[in-house]
């Protein structure tokens, strides 16, 4: 099973739609986003996904978000922090703005893995028994334009990033 990782959008629809073609022709179909989607009305592309959302200091709107991805896929999941299972992975996804989540997160040793975002930095690390993978941004004006996929089955990280 293979599950995209996104973050940091920050409206930039054009390099969303990107990230989900890239998704959807891998038959990707589980969306793990970091926050910071920022606009509401971003959350259409997402439509064929079941998604585990975590809110950014961006998401001013998080209420409409919400709203939006019920509405979407009553699968889908958001909050400040997501936690789900997948294929007998545990999995923690927030945005990264709160340290002090991620810290606890850790330091419980209940996750697989944590994802984040924030810093629009790629970063794959390993805490503990715990995989960190910040997938970069998708809405960065001087970073590339980033995300990635991971097979759980494999533990296998690829990261992707679109051009101009």
């Known amino acids: ?35 910071d989607l920022t606009d509401f009305a971003m959350c ?10 975590a809110f950014g200091n961006g ?6 978000i919400a709203l939006n991805l019920q509405q979407m896929n009553p699968t889908s999941q958001w909050g400040l922090s997501v936690e789900f299972t997948l294929d007998g992975r545990a999995f923690y996804v927030c945005h990264g703005n709160h340290p002090e989540m991620i810290r606890s997160a850790l330091e419980s040793g209940n996750f697989d893995y944590l994802l984040h975002g924030h810093s629009h930095e790629f970063k794959d690390m390993r805490v503990g ?15 590339p334009h980033s995300f ?17």
Not at 44 to 53: K, N
Not at 129 to 143: K, Q, S
Not at 149 to 164: A, F, G, S
């Open 1 to 35: 099973m293979k599950i995209g990782i996104i973050s940091d959008t920050h409206s930039k629809e054009r390099w969303l739609i990107q990230a989900l073609d890239v998704l959807r022709n891998q038959n990707i179909s589980i969306l793990a986003h970091c926050g």
């Open 44 to 53: 259409r592309h997402m439509r064929d996904f079941q998604v585990y959302y």
């Open 59 to 64: 998401d001013v709107a998080s209420g409409a």
């Open 129 to 143: 028994r715990t995989r960190v993978i910040n997938p970069g941004a998708l809405g960065d004006r001087i970073r």
């Open 148 to 164: 990635a996929v991971l097979d759980i089955e494999t533990d296998t990280l690829t990261q992707h990033i679109l051009k101009e």
